[in-house]
């Protein structure tokens, strides 16, 4: 079961939530996903 996980820019936000699910069976896939979305993002919020 995966957990929805609101990201923003903000590290801390990320962070708090990363503390809430370290005790989660799925912990490392779920960070991971964190880091690959907050990547998407910001690749995605980039001015043209």
Do not use: C, G, W
């Amino acid at each position: 079961m995966y957990t929805n996980i609101e990201l923003e820019k903000n590290d801390k936000k990320i962070n708090l939530n990363a503390i809430i699910l370290k005790d989660h069976p799925n912990f490392i896939e779920i960070t991971t996903l964190i880091r690959l979305q907050s990547l998407i993002n910001s690749n995605r919020k980039k001015p043209v």
